[in-house]
């Protein structure tokens, strides 16, 4: 799940409940209202013509449809149904309260008495639960519906799906416990959710339980689909032990975040340790500009340190979630503004490149280059992405802010982390507990357009505390105010922290120039050597061929890099969108026509003079399927 | 199979028998003596430990062994037995003619009254045959026995194995040919066996039964693995109207390959049209520079126009030597030389890459760049290549030259193709069929380590003819003389053709110079930009880390172009190379270690000099397994 709330010492910073953050307005405001209004309904229709909810209806005894679709369709309802609990939280609905109690109420007629739940192995192969963990994903599915019981407790209050959620998970630990049977699940989730889980129950044995999952892995007793090892399924080192991130990359980035979740309640260094190597793996060698992970389709896989093509990457939206999940909680734990910003870079990119403007179209892959378009599905056979998409829309608020404690030392504050326009309500005591005046905040800014940030202090106490605005590594010369007058406080690891007695109406201005930028690949990177990549502000951009009149094929296109890059909003494209525009040349890519190879001395003619105009990367296709690339060759 | 030998009018080049072409020293001679000497006997160990020889004793009742390997583990035994039987025509053997007996013996206990042969559904899914033709391989594996059984034949006149391969094309014909059962093997194959067939037997209607199962294909009713549709399996559209190569590389260099060879005998211009327009796009926008096909691992296959990475390309040596034999009736089939050139660039690259210089291992796949080195493994689970490797290399004299006739008329002549020292006989009559004196010739070089050959011609009868040399198109300034006077031949395309009325003892000197030299990719090409590639002569050479000793990391060597580039034989490396030296840097990676992307305005300081030495790309991974690559970045 998205969201961790927790009170445990061993989170450096400590999140915010998403009760206590209203989303007011701007770009992530827009993208909520389609997620609550366009795409949590048409999911509901989606996963009735899938057959997800005939599944389920079929398992409660209360239909006789055929089951259809993969082992794992129950994952897609409970995903959806997280994000409906989440958006019941952000925006009253009746509407959305009653399809949730609907689906709840059929999740409940289809628990077993004993607390097992999953409609494939009900309905298809009784016999047969908990036979093939390498595949079967039922602790998988379970840990999705773990999460969207700990989201629709926390947004309602109500306990029915939590409290079938708890059968199945003690279901679980019947069997897989301490103790118990020696296995674990071939595709990681139920770590998260169960730590989740003991967070909002206090019952520790799900927290065991998620650890001894954890411990069980590395002794490459599971077997991948096809050519793959056991590190498809985690399954090749002890997670302690492991210096690479490697094989399927969800099912990595999953683990990873459910590691350090158990970290933050138990502080074994050890686990935090293993995060920070692998982490370091993936962020220096395996990471694409938009955040994107999975440079292989052969097993959805990482690849190697610094194999990066932008075509065949497969970039999976899941993979982008996962890793917007792991830096999460890697902020969480050591209060590191890198983390921080890769959250901010691939939630900009790669996460929602997946999601059409219209809300009803997906991606599963996200490739920097296509020459040939891609057409953007309405659902997949597969369904993970969609609801993965629609959780993580519905909880972007909880990124905004956290808050560092206890009062009255000067470590106590509040951290700002993503720029949304929002309300935030920061509480002295532990979560859901408030003590005093709470201290309060409104967000103002038309980020990630715009640089400029306005926070004003709401309420608080008579106490000093500190205030903490990170900076993006991106970002060259910002600028501080505090009630107009500036200030240059010291920007330590990314954040400039501002401590003060604060008093209600204090404003702070900040900031963060955007003008668009060239960025380079390190020159390790084989697939892109030769070429640059337009950003500006937290977005990459990217050529799509409809913007381009003059050229025939994308890949005769070149760009001088000497030339000053334009900006202009257009409001009509896009949703709104900031164009950037460069000096370029169309390479005559014809004399070559007919050979692959050529002697050195050929020169290729000079091309031809044209402006190129860049588009935001999570825009592309949705004027229908056009060549695109991320990456531009530069002239020379 | 490789060698294909015919009379017909539509073969605008005939084939020399491969018994009038003896290779007598050089390089070929050497891997034949290797392949004779240790890869044919280490093979037919493989085949006993892996399974095959035991499938077919257990098929033939002769023993009670279980069933071992996938469904396809007869076509290793018959390609190997292919390769034994074109070697036991080129070097007499009484061991070999054992081995080769013994098996022959063994398969003929395995078939089948009926004439039905394949191991695998005789002792696993007897009630299963031509059951599955999509993933089955029955008719592949009996297009390997029919190739074998030719080679056999034509080797030693015998034909106890031609009988059982009779007798199987027999009753598949009654189950499959014309106005049969409407359907085709998902591995095409057996094609160019059942047209080889017909050429040795006279018997018409193998050559139909090749075109039916043809012209079945392209109705999408064969299904593909995993994600794959139905091109994988050559499905997608009927050949006559395709316009792209595309699906599994092998099978469709297969198919190819058969579709000329029914042209070649039916004249049917459809098909050398198709067979033209998917030639031009697979060598102007899919093949490697080593002549390797298969950009993709997903499906073993084709990838899009210019999608051509080195680190995860395929280049299955299978896929190599389909491209050979495609080349080779291209070549026939319209006596271009281009056909000739792309031959010669596999051969030497692409395909000799898969064969290790000890004779007993093999690549299976032969990708450009290799970051952390590839071990070569013995044999395969899945073994192809190896003995497709060993009928490659038993057959490589056949390339050699070709004949035009009939005699007497301008065009009367004798075409060298490749430059292999050898001995050839050119008979005027049809193939087997000799009619006075034979014009025989004798070719002396070290080609391909240098480019000066000496052409004498031994006998010939007292006509005119033309003697053509291929000029390959890699090569400026070739210098020719005839008896040490230099002469200035029309060099039409791709050929210098001298005619005259030649007398036994006549010496024609061709000079090819070598020089080692840079080459460029196509612009569009994004895998391989900013990058060169040293050849010389017809050797793509490559950068292995071993001969870099001041190299810890292969992706941070930068050469520069300006310099000359040097050569220097090494007669005790490699088997003999000849190694090419250039100037470099070593880019001082460590200062991006810590970044996968910074801004454009940090340049990367400039590198430390130095020295790079490349090896032919044939001779990588012979040294244990460490980093390669072809392509090398430009230092700026």
Redesign the interface.
């Given at each position: 799940m998205d969201v961790s709330e927790t009170n445990t010492p061993h989170s450096k910073l400590r999140p915010l409940p998403l009760r206590d953050v209203k989303i007011t307005g701007g770009f992530w405001a827009q993208r909520q209202r389609l997620n609550h209004h366009v795409t949590l309904f048409d999911g509901y229709k989606k996963l009735e013509e899938a057959g997800n909810l005939g599944n389920l209806r079929r398992a409660a005894g209360m239909s006789d449809e055929p089951y259809r679709g993969p082992v794992f369709m129950d994952e897609d309802v409970y995903k959806w149904l997280e994000a409906l609990s989440h958006e019941i939280g952000n925006s009253v609905d009746p509407e959305l309260v009653g399809l949730a109690d609907k689906t709840i109420s059929l999740i409940a007629a289809a628990q077993q008495p004993d607390g097992y739940l999953n409609s494939y192995y009900q309905v298809m192969a009784p016999d047969q639960k908990w036979a093939d963990l390498d595949h079967g994903h039922e602790m998988y599915c379970a840990g999705h519906l773990i999460q969207a019981a700990v989201a629709h407790h926390r947004a309602t209050g109500g306990d029915s799906l939590l409290n079938i959620a708890r059968r199945l998970a003690d279901h679980i630990n019947t069997i897989f416990g301490p103790g118990g049977r020696d296995g674990t699940c071939g595709h990681p989730e139920i770590e998260m959710a169960l730590v989740e889980l003991y967070r909002e129950t206090g019952e520790k044995r799900y927290l065991e339980l998620a650890q001894v999952l954890v411990d069980r892995r590395g002794q490459k007793r599971m077997v991948g689909l096809?050519p793959y090892g056991p590190e498809y399924h985690q399954d090749r080192v002890p997670v302690r032990d492991s210096h690479r991130v490697e094989g399927h990359a969800v099912r990595q980035l999953y683990l990873l975040s459910g590691v350090v979740d158990i970290y933050l309640e138990t502080g074994e260094r050890a686990l935090l340790d293993a995060a920070m190597r692998l982490w370091h793996d993936a962020?220096?060698?395996k990471?694409y500009?938009t955040g994107g992970f999975g440079s292989?389709?052969?097993g959805e896989s990482f690849?190697?340190?610094?194999?990066?093509?932008?075509?065949?990457c497969y970039c999976e939206t899941c993979a982008a979630v996962g890793s917007a999940m792991w830096n999460w909680r890697m902020l969480l734990a050591t209060g590191e503004a890198r983390f921080a910003d890769e959250l901010e870079r691939v939630l900009y990119n790669g996460f929602l490149s997946g999601y059409a403007l219209d809300g009803r179209h997906y991606f599963y892959m996200n490739p920097l280059?296509s020459?040939?378009g891609a057409e953007r599905p309405g659902w997949h056979s597969v369904a993970c992405c969609p609801p993965n998409i629609m959780r993580q829309i519905s909880t972007v608020g909880h990124y905004i802010a956290t808050r560092t404690g206890p009062i009255e030392t000067t470590e106590s504050g509040i951290q700002i982390h993503q720029y949304i326009s929002s309300t935030l309500r920061a509480g002295k005591g532990p979560i859901g507990l408030s003590e005093g005046t709470p201290r309060t905040l409104s967000l103002e800014t038309d980020y990630p357009h715009d640089g400029r940030v306005r926070i004003t202090v709401d309420s608080t106490d008579g106490a000093p505390w500190q205030l903490s605005l990170r900076i993006p590594a991106w970002c060259l010369g910002p600028q501080l105010s505090v009630n107009g007058e500036p200030v240059s406080p010291a920007a330590a690891a990314g954040y400039a922290t501002i401590e003060r007695t604060w008093r209600p109406g204090d404003v702070v201005e900040l900031s963060l120039p955007m003008s668009p930028?060239?960025?380079?690949?390190?020159?390790?990177?084989?697939?892109?050597?030769?070429?640059?990549?337009i950003m500006r502000g937290p977005f990459v951009y990217c050529l799509e061929e409809t913007d381009q009149p003059y050229v025939s094929?994308l890949?005769?296109v070149r760009v001088d890099?000497a030339c000053t890059l334009q900006e202009n909003w257009d409001d009509d494209l896009l949703g709104g969108v900031m164009l950037v525009r460069a000096r370029g040349q169309l390479?005559k890519?014809a004399e070559?026509?007919?050979?692959?190879?050529?002697?050195?001395?050929?020169e290729?003619p000079s091309g031809t003079e044209l402006t190129l105009t860049a588009i935001p990367y999570y825009t592309w296709a949705n004027r229908g399927s056009v060549a695109m690339r991320v990456?531009i060759?530069r002239a020379t």
């Open positions: 096809g962020f220096t060698g990471m500009i292989r389709y052969e690849g190697e340190p610094y194999e990066l093509p932008s075509d065949r280059e020459r040939e930028r060239w960025v380079q690949p390190n020159p390790r990177v084989d697939a892109v050597r030769g070429s640059v990549a094929n890949l005769d890099t390479e890519g070559w026509a007919e050979q692959l190879y050529a002697p050195l001395d050929e290729t990456w060759p």
